[in-house]
């Protein structure tokens, strides 16, 4: 099985652009979740998508936001991005059930805000 | 907050054991332990899994103590690329919920 897949692998942007970053989970995988990571901050929880719905949002300002297609591929979007944003963004991937499951990363997309 | 404690660093030598411990004291009935690794700027990977029983698959062993307040992770066999940073989580089990990463024990498999 071909694994999660992140496009693009890096970026660059200026303060106050947007960015839409996407990801491809692994066929068959229903949820889809965001991470961000940062050297100070470390691996944070963005928000996951299950079935085209947002069903857990972690604690990040309404600039971050995301959405799920119904092949399961998702995008997340940031507005008016600032310098802090700068960061390894990370994708993850894993099938649905109520019995404990792996999440599969990708790559992640490397934003770097100038 | 991340509900695991880890040593922030540890050093093996290659070929050896590696042993990761991971103190949970405040794990609940019905949450699971999980190890990931990252290899320097790259995806966090599964390692495995456990709930109360010891747990071994290809990659790795997981020992969780009886009372379930700590676990180890052991590398039988540790190479170079076994080199990274292991994250120790505790989670439920359930469809929902997300992975809160602490700071992880940097592993450096040496020579």
């Known amino acids: 099985k071909a694994g999660v897949t992140q496009t693009p692998r890096y970026l660059i942007k200026t303060r106050g652009q947007q960015v839409t970053l996407s990801c491809s989970p692994i066929s068959g995988h229903r949820s889809v979740s965001w991470y961000q990571q940062t050297p100070g901050q470390g691996l944070q929880f963005l928000f996951e998508y299950f079935s085209e719905t947002q069903r857990n949002k972690g604690n990040f300002p309404g600039r971050f936001s995301g959405r799920q297609f119904s092949n399961s591929r998702s995008e997340m979007n940031v507005s008016t991005l600032e310098l802090g944003d700068s960061a390894l963004y990370l994708c993850?991937?894993?099938?649905?059930?109520?019995?404990?499951?792996?999440?599969?990363f990708g790559p992640g997309t490397r934003l770097t805000v100038t | 907050d991340a509900k695991t404690t880890q040593p922030p660093s540890m050093d093996c030598a290659e070929g050896r054991a590696a042993n990761l411990p991971c103190n949970h004291s405040t794990i609940s009935g019905n949450e699971y332990v999980y190890w990931y690794r990252q290899i320097h700027s790259q995806g966090p990977q599964y390692i495995i899994h456990g709930l109360k029983n010891n747990e071994t698959n290809e990659m790795a062993s997981l020992i969780i103590t009886e009372d379930r307040k700590s676990s180890t992770l052991i590398l039988p066999h540790a190479t170079l690329r076994d080199t990274a940073v292991y994250y120790c989580?505790?989670?439920?089990?359930?469809?929902?919920?997300?992975?809160?990463f602490g700071k992880g024990t940097k592993l450096s498999v040496k020579p």
């Open positions: 993850a991937s894993s099938t649905q059930g109520i019995v404990p499951y792996e999440q599969y």
């Open positions: 989580i505790v989670r439920t089990g359930g469809s929902q919920g997300n992975l809160i």
